[in-house]
C-alpha cells in the first residue's frame, strides 16, 4: 500500500523502506521468531534470519558482546519495513479526503450523540449540532469516552505510550532497530535525531506527560546495547493514548 500512496494522495508520505531488525535475547525466541518467519514468508513477505555478525555488519553501532544483561542471540530481518512521517499520513489522508468532498471541522469537539427511537440522529458539537444519518466514531484512545455517551462501554482501554527524542546527529543507524522481548525500539528520523521508543504505560490513563522514570528506563536499556549513545541528550518527551483489547487482537463484527 505504502509504494504507491504518496502519489494516490499526490502527498510525499516520506516513505522510508530502511529495514526493520528485530532483535532475539534467547534460543527459544529465536526460534519462536524462526516459526514466524516461516508463515510470514508463506504470506510472501520477504523475512530472513540475521546472526549476531550479521547484525553486527549492518548496525555496527550495536554490542553484540555478551555484555548486556540479555545478550543478543540472532534477529528477524525485514528488508522492506520501515516508517512514514505520522504527519504527513495525517495531512495526506486529510487532503484526500477533502478533495473527495469531506468537510473537516478542526477544532471541533462532539460532546454528545443525539439518539431517537434507537437510531442515531446527530452529534453535538462544542459549535452546535450536526445531523446525520450513521456516525463513524474514529476517536483512537477516546472510544471508551464516546462510548460513555451513549451508556455503551467498548471492551477497550486506553494507555498511554511515551517517547522520546535526542539530539541530532551525523548518520549514526541505518535501520529500524526494535527489541520485542525489551520493548524498545529505536530508528533515525531524515532530519538526524534517533526517536526511541518503549512499551504502553502498565498503568491506563489519558496521560500526554512523559514520567521520569519510564525515561530512564528506556535510555539505560537502549544504552546497553548502543554505547555510544551514552552521552547524547535527550531533547524531548511525550506521550499520547493508545486504544487497546484486553488479549490485543482487534474487534471485528456486525453491531
Ligand atoms: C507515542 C506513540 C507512538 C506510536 N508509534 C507508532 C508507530 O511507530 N507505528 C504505528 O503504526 N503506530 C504508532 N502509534 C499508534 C498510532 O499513533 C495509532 O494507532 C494511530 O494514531 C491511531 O489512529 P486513529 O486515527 O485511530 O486515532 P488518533 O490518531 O488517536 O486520532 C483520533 C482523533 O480523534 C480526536 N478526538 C477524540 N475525541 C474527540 C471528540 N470527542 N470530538 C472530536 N474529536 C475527537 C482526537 O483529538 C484525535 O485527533 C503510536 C502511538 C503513540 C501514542
Redesign the pocket.
Given at each position: 500500500m505504502w509504494d504507491d500512496l504518496s502519489a494516490d494522495l499526490e502527498w510525499n508520505l516520506m516513505v522510508q523502506k530502511k529495514g526493520i531488525i528485530a532483535l532475539a535475547h534467547s534460543d527459544p525466541e529465536l526460534a519462536a521468531m524462526r516459526m514466524m518467519s516461516d508463515s510470514q514468508r508463506r504470506a510472501g513477505i520477504k523475512i530472513e534470519m540475521l546472526s549476531p555478525a550479521e547484525i553486527k555488519k549492518k548496525v555496527p553501532s550495536i554490542d553484540i558482546s555478551d555484555k548486556p544483561a540479555l545478550p543478543i542471540f540472532g534477529a528477524q530481518f525485514h528488508p522492506e519495513g520501515g516508517?512514514v512521517h505520522?504527519d504527513a499520513a495525517?495531512w495526506g489522508y486529510a487532503q484526500g479526503a477533502s478533495r473527495y468532498g469531506v468537510d473537516i471541522c478542526v477544532g471541533?469537539?462532539?460532546?454528545g450523540i443525539n439518539i431517537d427511537a434507537e437510531k442515531v440522529t446527530g452529534v453535538e458539537?462544542n459549535v452546535g449540532s450536526i445531523a446525520a444519518g450513521k456516525v463513524h466514531v474514529?476517536?483512537?484512545?477516546?472510544s471508551s469516552?464516546?462510548g460513555r455517551m451513549i451508556g455503551i462501554r467498548f471492551p477497550v482501554e486506553t494507555y498511554?505510550?511515551?517517547?522520546m527524542t535526542t539530539d541530532v546527529m551525523k548518520p549514526f543507524l541505518d535501520y529500524y532497530v526494535a527489541s520485542p522481548r525489551l520493548h524498545f525500539y529505536t530508528q533515525q528520523t531524515l532530519k538526524g535525531d534517533l526517536i526511541l521508543?518503549g512499551p504502553l504505560d502498565h498503568w491506563q490513563s489519558w496521560n500526554s506527560y512523559a514520567t521520569w522514570e519510564e525515561s530512564a528506563d528506556r535510555a539505560s536499556r537502549i544504552v546497553e546495547y548502543f554505547p555510544d549513545l551514552a552521552h547524547v541528550r535527550v531533547v524531548r518527551s511525550?506521550?499520547?493514548?493508545?486504544d487497546c483489547t484486553g488479549d490485543s487482537p482487534p474487534i471485528s463484527g456486525q453491531p
Open positions: 516508517t505520522h495525517v471541533v469537539e462532539v460532546t458539537t474514529a476517536v483512537g484512545g477516546y469516552e464516546i498511554a505510550m511515551q517517547v521508543g511525550w506521550s499520547g493514548i493508545c
